[in-house]
């Protein structure tokens, strides 16, 4: 099992940009699937970005072109690169690394970004 740690967050003006990091530890973790989800108040847990262990990556309609995931499999991390940020992605951002094959799931404690207007 993969332990994760976020890191990046902040508070930014809108337009403004922030790099978020996922450090993970204990596994091999080039095999994951790494995912960023976000979870503002009152709303529920929402997908942001994919990337496979293969490099490919997929993202929310409402952050495509703003946003780039990236993965360093020699650092272990994983990283979401956010520009142009608007209010509404204003969230706790977290990492989530998954092994379908072996029904394992882990979770990071999250990060708070905060996107001022």
């Known amino acids: 099992q993969v332990q994760l740690v976020e890191s990046g967050g902040g508070l930014v003006q809108a337009g403004g940009s922030l790099r978020l990091s996922c450090a993970a530890s204990?596994?091999?973790?080039?095999?994951?699937?790494m995912y960023w989800y976000r979870q503002a108040p009152g709303k529920q847990r929402e997908l942001v970005a994919t990337?496979?262990?293969?490099?490919?990556?997929n993202y929310v309609d409402s952050v495509k072109g703003r946003f780039t995931i990236s993965r360093d499999n020699a650092k272990n991390t994983v990283y979401l690169q956010m520009n142009s940020l608007k209010p509404e992605d204003t969230a706790v951002y977290y990492c989530?690394?998954?092994?379908?094959?072996?029904?394992?799931?882990?979770w990071g404690q999250g990060t708070q970004v905060t996107v001022s207007s």
């Open positions: 989530n690394a998954r092994l379908p094959s072996h029904g394992l799931s882990s």
């Open positions: 204990g596994s091999i973790f080039s095999i994951y699937i």
């Open positions: 990337i496979t262990s293969g490099g490919s990556t």
